[in-house]
């Protein structure tokens, strides 16, 4: 099966104002199979928003290559069956939800009554239908993202690319996008997914890539990149010679009130720390820890910016 | 489809703008304000009621000029750095629209935009117009009754003052073409100024065109050669300005002639400055 992303080596680099140059992707390579939820994400500036761009044709790469649903991105044809929800998507204020839709509905060509019975089965999903002719200008912007879902739908794609789509969103709109995602992988949709929502792309994507500054810095199926985890150990009466002794085997510890917290990475750490513990503390609690994406996140960011 | 499903977004948007619509309200008040308008000569002579309607019609058109300048250059400076400031534009361009639709659609919505302005200020005009010929009749009728006058003897409405209306407007889809080419790169203020430029530089023509092929005194072979380029470039507006020649009877000897050949030269000016934005824009990075 063809990927349903395929970017080979791709690069942007920017010219700044004083001759020199900014890559703001530099030579990132990746594809997305079909049918998967895929993350995207990396710290503000690290190229996310420049690579989706680059994907739907809005910028040109300086170098390398860009396939999307096999074809090289911003191909018309291959536009049909793609669909882009922007961070913060903007309308066309003037315009009612039923207007916005139709007028999107005409760049598919779609025609008379299909449109209209589109457009009315887009707003019932999206739970608009009771203010389907208010104007955007009075819509708040968990709306306005609502609108912005209907219409990245119209044409019913195969490849949705969703750039920050649950930011600033209250509690009941983002879970419903987080539905959306869900329902749409049930569906046998690709999804290309770029959040600063870490525990959302955790919860919703099958592989993740980690962009920091124009490059990517890992990448690789969602269970494998955080199937490390660790154990915290927390103790209480402990002594400053226990401490010393544990410390050349744990991961981090910390002292709160005489309450100590072990963090240890490897099992067999565990039980060497637990047998010492036995006799010279009060041992309180083991509790084993599963690394979340932020914490891997994290880790990588901190790790290349050293 | 698709270009007029833009072209109907961008003049639904362009109508609501505050300025234009304060544009249109002023030079539609202006134009009643015309109605009381009289020359010096007054109403006591047939001559008097003449001059007094040329004025009302040379002020009519000179503000829908200006209006329609002013309303071309405001809109068309911000056509697309607008979409791409209100991101609207990713929506779009993410979709299956070539961008050579985008720009034609945009294009016509400002002009359609400027013809619906054109209309209402036309409208408003000839109507003033008529009533200011009918006062003015039955003003002189009253206190020189002896003149036994007819309403067609002060050129009350007539197609010539229509087609002064056309020729404005038509003028404008040229600058507006130029406007919108220059919007795909420029930002809109230095737009704006480049806009106006362009415009004064093409009712000037007939400047240009005198110092291009005579030469001026102490002029060097460069200047008269940038004069020459600036003839041939630049929108001859000033063809466009036909007002004095309807109003006074004309200089133009086959009006239909000289109107079919604006119309076509509107058309390929504006054309060539639609392919220019379309080449343009293809490599524009949004």
């Known amino acids: ?306 | 489809m698709i270009i007029w499903a833009i072209a109907k977004t961008t003049m639904g948007d362009a109508l609501r703008k505050k300025i234009l619509q304060v544009f249109l309200v002023v030079a539609i008040g202006l134009i009643v304000m015309s109605f009381s308008f009289s020359s010096l000569s007054g109403f006591s002579t047939r001559s008097g009621a003449g001059t007094d309607l040329l004025l009302v019609k040379s002020f009519g058109m000179g503000l829908i000029a200006l209006v329609g300048a002013l309303m071309s250059l405001v809109m068309g400076v911000s056509l697309i750095p607008q979409e791409i400031e209100r991101r609207t534009i990713y929506t779009v361009l993410s979709k299956p629209v070539k961008r050579y639709e985008f720009i034609i659609g945009k294009y016509l919505g400002a002009t359609l935009t400027l013809a619906v302005n054109i209309f209402l200020m036309g409208i408003v005009f000839l109507v003033a117009v008529t009533l200011k010929a009918h006062w003015a009749v039955e003003s002189l009728t009253a206190t020189l009754p002896e003149m036994e006058l007819k309403v067609s003897d002060v050129q009350v409405f007539d197609v010539k003052s229509v087609l002064g209306v056309v020729m404005i407007f038509l003028q404008f889809t040229v600058l507006s073409s130029v406007v919108l080419f220059f919007s795909v790169f420029l930002t809109p203020t230095v737009n704006f100024f480049m806009g106006m430029g362009v415009y004064v530089i093409g009712l000037l023509s007939t400047v240009t065109k005198t110092i291009a092929e005579a030469g001026e005194q102490g002029l060097t072979t460069p200047v008269i050669f940038l004069y020459k380029v600036l003839h041939i470039v630049m929108p001859n507006f000033d063809k466009y300005n036909i007002t004095n020649s309807l109003l006074h009877s004309s200089e133009i000897t086959n009006l239909t002639k000289y109107t079919i050949g604006m119309i076509i030269y509107s058309l390929i000016y504006s054309l060539v400055m639609m392919l220019l934005a379309i080449i343009t824009f293809e490599r524009k990075e949004v």
């Open chain 1, 1 to 306: 099966m063809t990927d349903a992303i395929l970017v080979e080596g791709l690069t942007k680099v920017y010219k700044g104002r004083m001759g020199g140059e900014v890559a703001a992707v530099n030579d990132i390579s990746f594809s997305v199979r079909q049918g998967e939820i895929f993350g995207f994400i990396g710290p503000n500036g690290a190229g996310k928003t420049t690579t989706i761009k680059m994907l739907l044709g809005l910028l040109f790469p300086t170098s390398g290559k860009a396939q999307v649903l096999g074809m090289p991105a911003g191909d018309i044809q291959t536009k049909e069956r793609i669909s882009y929800l922007p961070e913060s998507p903007y309308f066309y204020e003037h315009m009612t939800a039923v207007e916005v839709l139709d007028f999107f509905c005409r760049l598919f060509k779609i025609k008379g009554k299909e449109r209209k019975s589109k457009i009315d089965e887009l707003l019932q999903r999206v739970g608009l239908a009771e203010d389907a002719n208010r104007t955007l200008r009075q819509y708040s912007k968990g709306m306005l993202q609502r609108i912005g879902v209907a219409q990245a739908l119209i044409n019913d794609p195969d490849l949705l690319f969703f750039d920050e789509p649950t930011s600033g969103l209250d509690p009941i709109a983002h879970k419903d996008i987080q539905d959306l995602i869900i329902s749409l992988k049930a569906q046998g949709k690709t999804v290309m997914l770029s959040s600063h929502q870490l525990s959302d792309v955790e919860r919703v994507c099958d592989r993740v890539a980690i962009i920091n500054r124009g490059k990517i810095v890992r990448i690789g199926d969602m269970n494998d990149l955080l199937s490390a985890g660790r154990t915290v150990i927390t103790i209480a009466e402990s002594s400053n010679e226990l401490v010393e002794e544990i410390k050349p085997i744990a991961e981090r510890i910390t002292v709160d009130s005489g309450t100590v917290r072990i963090y240890v990475e490897a099992d067999e750490n565990v039980y060497k720390i637990l047998d010492v513990v036995r006799a010279k503390a009060r041992l309180l609690s083991v509790v084993p820890q599963k690394q979340t994406l932020e914490d891997l996140f994290v880790e990588i960011v901190r790790e290349v910016r050293k």
